[in-house]
């Protein structure tokens, strides 16, 4: 795996269970440079042993990182303390088995990780339905009853003035006088690290009753 492979993987839902955690921890500007960095070793290891495709596997990722790691920390032990006794290398030996334990129960049981997402695969596919289900010229009434079958409130108004009714990184969805809007915000139950997410729905409907702009996004609600 070379580092286009796996600044590929980024992209993919499955790496942003690693990607998102560690740079919402980090802080860092370069969070995705660094998150390269960091899992590269264990991705050039597997991609190099019999059967490669296992380097997308990220628990197969994060256990082999964690078993570098180890072994690295070890070998800086080894070196630090190469005139300590025999007694006193054990020891250290006994020390470092809980934190490679529990980085490998993480690795191999990811519902046990506080910092792995919960819910993002359901919450791309309700987000896909929603948007399938309420395609543009759709009439009002019938978005109404997708909304509801749903089981989604909303709520619905008539503009009386020209104006901007949403404005996003996507775009702005401008209304005239006697457009109808059908919104709606409500809370999923997504998780990601400190994140929950919202799923945010605004429909507009122009004066023949048939949608002429939406829009169908999550909207992540962190500290």
């Given at each position: 795996m070379n580092h286009d492979q796996v600044s590929n993987l980024h992209r993919n839902s499955e790496w942003s269970r690693v990607y998102i955690p560690c740079a919402l921890v980090t802080k860092y500007p370069?969070?995705?440079?660094?998150?390269?960095?960091?899992?590269?070793?264990?991705?050039?290891?597997?991609?190099?042993?019999?059967?490669?495709?296992?380097g997308d596997s990220i628990p197969a990722l994060l256990g082999v990182n964690s078993a570098l790691y180890s072994i690295l920390a070890f070998a800086v032990i080894l070196l630090r303390f190469r005139n300590a006794q025999a007694a006193r290398l054990?020891?250290?030996?006994?020390?470092?088995?809980?934190?490679?334990s529990a980085m490998s129960c993480l690795a191999c049981f990811p519902s046990l990780n506080p910092l792995w997402p919960v819910g993002m695969a359901e919450l791309s596919r309700q987000e896909l339905e929603l948007k399938k289900a309420l395609p543009l010229n759709m009439g009002l009434d019938d978005?109404?009853?997708?909304?509801?079958?749903?089981?989604?409130?909303?709520?619905?108004?008539?503009?009386?003035?020209?104006?901007?009714?949403?404005?996003?990184?996507?775009?702005k969805i401008k209304a005239v006088p006697g457009d109808r809007v059908l919104s709606s915000r409500f809370r999923t139950s997504a998780t990601d690290f400190v994140c929950g997410y919202d799923m945010n729905i605004i429909l507009l409907f122009g004066q023949d009753e048939r949608l002429k702009e939406r829009y169908i996004h999550r909207f992540p609600i962190c500290p």
């Amino acid at each position: 795996m070379n580092h286009d492979q796996v600044s590929n993987l980024h992209r993919n839902s499955e790496w942003s269970r690693v990607y998102i955690p560690c740079a919402l921890v980090t802080k860092y500007p370069g969070g995705e440079h660094l998150s390269v960095g960091v899992f590269s070793p264990g991705g050039i290891v597997l991609s190099i042993l019999p059967g490669s495709e296992n380097g997308d596997s990220i628990p197969a990722l994060l256990g082999v990182n964690s078993a570098l790691y180890s072994i690295l920390a070890f070998a800086v032990i080894l070196l630090r303390f190469r005139n300590a006794q025999a007694a006193r290398l054990r020891q250290i030996a006994i020390w470092l088995v809980f934190p490679v334990s529990a980085m490998s129960c993480l690795a191999c049981f990811p519902s046990l990780n506080p910092l792995w997402p919960v819910g993002m695969a359901e919450l791309s596919r309700q987000e896909l339905e929603l948007k399938k289900a309420l395609p543009l010229n759709m009439g009002l009434d019938d978005a109404r009853g997708v909304l509801r079958a749903k089981g989604v409130e909303f709520q619905e108004s008539t503009e009386r003035v020209e104006g901007v009714i949403f404005d996003g990184p996507d775009g702005k969805i401008k209304a005239v006088p006697g457009d109808r809007v059908l919104s709606s915000r409500f809370r999923t139950s997504a998780t990601d690290f400190v994140c929950g997410y919202d799923m945010n729905i605004i429909l507009l409907f122009g004066q023949d009753e048939r949608l002429k702009e939406r829009y169908i996004h999550r909207f992540p609600i962190c500290p």
